[in-house]
Every structure is written in structure tokens, then in C-alpha cells.
């Protein structure tokens, strides 16, 4: 089966500058996810969809962070503005469901914020 | 919420010995915990997972083992060999949450020296 693909797998941009990273889960995963991942640590959970329906997005920072997921299948998060500390790898992830098992993450976009 | 501690940070061993990260987790209600591996610029892979009504898994050279009444669990890798080498995540699914997202560890460097 084809993976989850993301897309740009790289990107720079200058501090209040706006970004958005595209994510298409596998086919038939209900649930989406976008993680990010700063240099060093674990994947933090930034928001999750089951379908087109946000379930959480309890650590998205919502003054400057927007995720959306239409049609239920693939996903766009935007940054605007962005800071310095946004340097990070967004990881998108999708499971068949929100409780029956691992993730399959994407490559992931490395965002640098200059 | 869940909290996933992860220990050691780093961790160097002779190829042919044995690797052991360990993890503990806050939340009793968790009742998944997978394990990721990550090389360096790519995406985390699951390798390994266990659910909270199993003691302990084991594929070839890897296993894990669940300690719910310590709530910790633990990745061991047997007979190490170089390709090992990676950072690995551990990760325990939060039933607190709106649908059970998962949360990680802050990443084992594994380093298997030929």
C-alpha cells in the first residue's frame, strides 16, 4: 500500500513569514495526525482528525497555528506568522482508526524559520 | 494528561551485546504502547507493540515487556548489530484523551559500535 505523503520535505522561511505543509494519509485511515518534532525530542501531537472532524487539537497553538482536513482525506496545517521556535519536523501519521494501533507517519516537512 | 518517561538518553553498546530502554507512563487507563525507531532523516517506523492484557512480546531480536502494576514498560534488543544503531521512541496511547492519541518518550540514541 502506498505510505503517507507529505509534502515539501524541506522549507525555509524568515520569522513572520506564513507556511503551509500538505499531508494524504493512506487510503481508508480514518484518523490523521500532525506531530511536530524539534530537534532532539519526541513527536508532540499538534492536532488529530477522525475524518473530516478535529478530535484534538488541545496543543496547537491556535494564535498562529490552523490545520484543516475537508473532505476527510487529505490535510493542510499552516503556521502564521512564524517564530524562530517553529523550526521543527512536522510529521503527519494516520490510523485505520483513533484506538486500534500504531501510527504510519510520513516523512515529514523540516521547517526552518530564520 | 499522559506523561512518557524514557531512559537513557544515549545508549552505547558492542555489536553482539544486548540493548534495554526503559519507559514509564503516568496515565493507569493507557492500554497501548508501541515502539518507533528512527534513522537519522526519516520517518519513525513502528517495530515493535504491545497491549496492556500481554506481559510481553517478542519478534526475533527485539521484545517488550509490560509492567502494568510498575506501569513501565521496556524495549530489549538482543544480539545488536550495527543497523541497529538509530534513535528509538517508546510511546503509550492516552484513553483520557478524545480518541486515545499517542504520546512519545523523548528518544533513546542508540549506538551499536562494530
Known amino acids: 500500500e502506498a505510505g503517507v505523503a507529505q509534502s515539501p520535505r524541506y522549507k525555509i522561511i524568515e520569522k513572520r513569514q506564513s507556511v503551509a505543509f500538505w499531508c494524504n494519509p493512506i487510503?481508508?485511515?480514518?484518523?490523521l495526525y500532525w506531530y511536530q518534532q524539534i530537534l532532539g525530542q519526541g513527536p508532540k501531537l499538534l492536532i488529530q482528525?477522525?475524518?473530516?472532524?478535529?478530535?484534538?487539537d488541545s496543543q496547537l497553538p491556535k494564535d498562529r497555528f490552523s490545520a484543516e482536513r475537508l473532505k476527510g482525506v487529505d490535510s493542510t496545517l499552516k503556521i502564521q506568522p512564524a517564530k524562530l521556535e517553529d523550526s521543527a519536523v512536522y510529521l503527519c501519521a494516520s490510523s485505520l482508526t483513533g484506538t486500534g494501533g500504531g501510527y504510519t507517519f510520513g516523512s515529514g516537512t523540516r521547517l526552518t524559520v530564520v | 494528561g499522559e506523561n512518557v518517561e524514557q531512559h537513557p538518553s544515549t545508549l552505547s553498546v558492542q555489536e553482539g551485546d544486548s540493548a534495554v530502554i526503559k519507559c514509564t507512563y503516568s496515565d493507569s487507563a493507557s492500554n497501548y504502547f508501541p515502539w518507533y525507531k528512527q534513522e537519522l532523516g526519516k520517518r519513525p517506523q513502528l517495530i515493535i507493540d504491545?497491549?496492556?492484557?500481554?506481559g510481553e512480546k517478542k519478534d526475533q531480536r527485539i521484545a517488550v515487556t509490560l509492567n502494568k502494576t510498575a506501569k513501565h514498560f521496556s524495549l530489549h534488543i538482543t544480539e545488536t548489530q550495527p543497523e541497529d544503531s538509530a534513535v528509538y521512541f517508546c510511546?503509550?496511547?492516552?484513553?483520557?484523551?478524545?480518541?486515545?492519541?499517542?504520546?512519545f518518550g523523548k528518544g533513546t540514541k542508540l549506538s551499536v559500535k562494530p
Open positions: 487510503s481508508g485511515h480514518a484518523t
Open positions: 482528525f477522525q475524518n473530516n472532524g478535529v478530535v484534538d
Open positions: 504491545i497491549r496492556s492484557n500481554v
Open positions: 510511546a503509550a496511547r492516552w484513553v483520557g484523551g478524545s480518541q486515545g492519541n499517542l504520546i
